[in-house]
């Protein structure tokens, strides 16, 4: 009875924590991105600082994952440094109660953040990504501001010396490879004799229900072909050869970062299904899955260095040991996603690699530590 009393205390002074650290960041991060949206957005159209608030409320949940891993870090040290300047470690300790028993409390509230941050804050996150690039594109193109506006009002090109194909989408799907509402067209060089001119004679306009992008070629249906001087031509379909790559749209048009983590699966599945490279989501997506180990490690690390150093003392040195270590951890999980995204090697050992290797010394310390 008593062990779990004490557990719970520190479970609720770890969240207590956590709260106060998340709080700090959450209001830096929105005082920073309101001035950069009147800055960027302001500029060029009228936008009142409740409207720049609002654009930033659409990215706090993104921008807010990305500091998670360093909020638990901070957090554990806040907590177990309180604790041990206030000798109640050393009563906890001389109740019987083992390092394994009180660090309990903060490996579950880590799991526990890094469960709701996979399944429910990335989801939103995501979802008020994309609706943050519309609102932000309709207030752009309100001021006359030109703006790529991701899967909607595509534009691409295509062609060589002599032929080029100007390409109008009214959307394109999430894989980048199914466009509706098509237009292509199609302009080729002037030669005088055997020489070749700067300017370009118009050869057909062709309207468009869908056009997919293949390997080598785009595949069109339901269109109306219009050249000069002939009437207009229906066909059910029609094959035109491109030297666009599948691949290389993919990424323009799709970012890992704006499809949730419930959505990624069927995504990736869809997209394999069309020949594509999906390295990227997959890295996504294993990633997320590995956040509450992560979380966990963080979370260990900083509270096995207020263990230590609280023997040892030196707050400066305190601060300076759990920063290292969770820099070093967060530049081998970047190095490791790199490697993962490309291909390089597989995405559920990069994305798991760091966070289970942490993990592993986080307890041998530990281990070592409180058990020799």
């Known amino acids: 009875m008593m062990g779990s009393r004490i557990q719970r205390y520190i479970f609720l002074r770890c969240l207590f924590a956590l709260s106060l650290v998340m709080g700090l960041f959450a209001i830096t991060i929105m005082l920073v991105d309101i001035v950069e949206q009147l800055r960027t957005v302001g500029e060029n159209v009228e936008l009142s600082p409740w409207g720049a608030v609002q654009l930033s409320l659409m990215k706090l949940p993104g ?21 041990s300047k206030s000798s109640e470690l050393s009563v906890i300790r001389s109740m019987g109660q083992s390092a394994w028993q009180f660090l309990a409390p903060v490996i579950v509230m880590a799991a526990g953040l890094g469960v709701f941050a996979m399944a429910i804050l990335n989801p939103m996150g995501a979802l008020l990504s994309e609706r943050f690039e519309e609102t932000r594109a309709n207030l752009l193109q309100e001021g006359g501001q030109v703006v790529d506006r991701v899967r909607t009002d595509v534009w691409l090109r295509q062609g060589n010396d002599d032929s080029q194909i100007v390409i109008h989408a009214a959307s394109v799907d999430s894989t980048g490879q199914i466009f509706t509402n098509v237009r292509f067209l199609e302009e080729g060089r002037v030669y005088e004799g055997a020489r070749a001119t700067n300017r370009f004679r118009f050869i057909r306009r062709i309207d468009a229900e869908t056009a997919t992008i293949s390997e080598g070629f785009w595949q069109l249906s339901n269109l109306v072909e219009n050249t000069p001087g002939a009437a207009p031509l229906r066909l059910e379909s029609l094959a035109i050869e491109t030297d666009l790559d599948p691949n290389t749209l993919l990424s323009r048009f799709t970012s890992p970062d704006t499809i949730g983590f419930w959505s990624l699966p069927g995504f990736i599945s869809q997209t394999n299904r069309a020949g594509l490279d999906t390295s990227r989501f997959s890295m996504r997506w294993f990633g997320l899955t590995s956040l509450p180990v992560l979380y966990t490690a963080m979370a260990l690390i900083g509270a096995i260095v207020c263990l230590r150093l609280s023997r ?24 490791a996603s790199s490697f993962g995204s490309s291909g390089a090697i597989p995405a559920l050992i990069a994305a798991w690699s760091p966070a289970l290797c942490a993990l592993f010394i986080s307890l041998t310390v530990l281990a070592y530590q409180e058990d020799g």
């Open 63 to 83: 921008l807010l994952e990305e500091t998670l891993a360093f909020a638990v870090l901070v957090a554990a040290m806040i907590a177990y440094n309180q604790l």
């Open 312 to 335: 040892l003392g030196g707050t400066s040195r305190l601060i300076a040991t759990g920063a290292g270590a969770a820099v070093a951890l967060f530049f081998v999980t970047q190095i």
